[in-house]
């Protein structure tokens, strides 16, 4: 078994105009996918629905390490990869460039993989709150079920806008799907979002999506830690959790930046309340001196909370830089890269 990671530049390696089309064997899951040559292999995973955790896509979180088992693949021309990754057999998928020859490479967790069939549903929106400033909740009743598992998200498209992708807050045992948007005040279509939940309350979902779900076949304790919006995944992941009977710990870390920011915290005090080993913390970036919150960056009170996060699982969610600052510490903290977990986060601003 030879395994051979070329760092080359592509463009003096590969002939685009003759490109091949090879095979990317999956040993974990025994699945066989085509794929051209030179195509990259996070790509193809997500375009065959392999689930794989991913985050900053350009190798600085090292959130889509898989194992190279047999063969060869070429990394990214120009990307400069972290060094977190737990093995020399390992990979990052979103750097990873599919070379001449097939290829065998091993996911992580087989047993935890969860796949659902990804839908189309109407909606109708039962409830549209403006919790902040720029924050709203947004409820809505799917015409029939969407199975999903805690952690992932939807596309939604509000009449004809392009369609956004939203993770919900909610879990599969409940009748309507809840979600936490931004507004952004240039955003062709969040800008516009007030006036459609008033005035359009149809919609259309199509989902689930994402591999950041909650993985439940083990007793790891879990951390959620979650930016803005991004505390929805994290409320999702975990309800799921907590509602599988699961006796593990969970707590969750929600950041903001000033305390006009805050939501949500109703709903937290009550998921305490119904589960003794559910925990939460509020954190507030620029905090008032009287203030009841933890103040700093989200970051820093995981560090003073947790020295050592060794055989934890971890879930993220917010944006970019949060996700890559988290990512980072919690690695530094002792965290298992292959059992720290988050989607790519994006505002919806275009």
């Known amino acids: 078994m030879e395994v051979n990671i070329k760092h080359a530049f592509l463009k003096n390696e590969i002939d ?11 040993k974990t899951i025994g699945k066989t996918l ?3 040559e030179g ?8 375009e065959n629905n392999i ?7 350009s190798g600085r ?3 889509c390490q898989c194992t190279l088992v047999d063969g060869e693949v070429l990394k990214r021309e120009g990307i400069v990869e972290n060094n977190l990754l737990s093995d020399d057999g390992n990979i990052l998928a979103c750097t990873s460039i599919l070379s001449q020859e097939n290829i065998t490479i091993e996911i992580p967790e087989p047993d935890e993989i969860v796949q659902h069939v990804a839908v189309k549903r109407k909606g109708t929106i039962t409830n549209y709150t403006k919790v902040t400033d720029d924050v709203r909740v947004l409820r809505v009743k799917p015409n029939k079920p ?5 952690g992932q998200y939807v596309q939604i498209q509000f009449g004809n806008e392009s369609p956004r992708s939203y993770s919900m807050a909610t879990t599969a045992k409940d009748s309507e799907l809840e979600f936490h948007i931004r507004i ?7 800008s516009k979002l007030d006036a459609i939940a008033e005035n359009n309350e149809k919609l259309r979902i199509t989902g689930p999506l994402g591999a950041s779900y909650v993985r439940l076949k083990n007793d790891d304790p879990i951390i959620c830690i979650g930016g803005g919006t991004g505390l ?9 959790a907590l509602e599988a009977n699961n006796l593990k710990s969970v707590e969750l870390f929600f950041g903001v930046k000033y305390e006009q920011d805050i939501y949500y915290v109703d709903e937290l005090k009550a998921l305490q309340k119904e589960y003794p080993n559910f925990t939460y913390h509020v954190v507030v970036e620029c905090a008032d001196e009287n203030s009841s919150y933890l103040s700093g960056y989200v970051t820093d009170a995981v560090a003073k909370t947790h020295k050592n996060l060794a055989g934890f699982r971890v879930y993220l969610g917010g944006s970019p830089p949060m996700v890559d600052a988290a990512s980072a510490l919690v690695k530094d903290l002792g965290a298992d890269p292959t059992r720290v977990y988050s989607d790519a986060f994006f505002d919806s601003s275009i």
């Not at 195509?39 to 997500?46: A, E, P």
């Not at 969407?146 to 805690?150: A, L």
């Not at 952004?184 to 969040?190: E, L, M, Q």
């Not at 929805?232 to 799921?240: D, H, K, L, N, Q």
């Open 34 to 36: 085509k794929a051209e």
């Open 51 to 57: 689930p794989i955790s991913y985050s900053c896509m």
């Open 61 to 63: 979180c090292s959130t």
């Open 146 to 150: 969407v199975d999903f598992t805690g």
């Open 232 to 240: 929805a995944p994290m409320v999702s992941v975990a309800r799921g």
């Open 39 to 46: 195509s990259n292999l996070l790509d193809v995973l997500l």
């Open 16 to 26: 685009y105009k003759n490109r091949t089309v090879m095979e990317v064997y999956v």
């Open 184 to 190: 952004i005040p240039d955003g062709r279509v969040t």
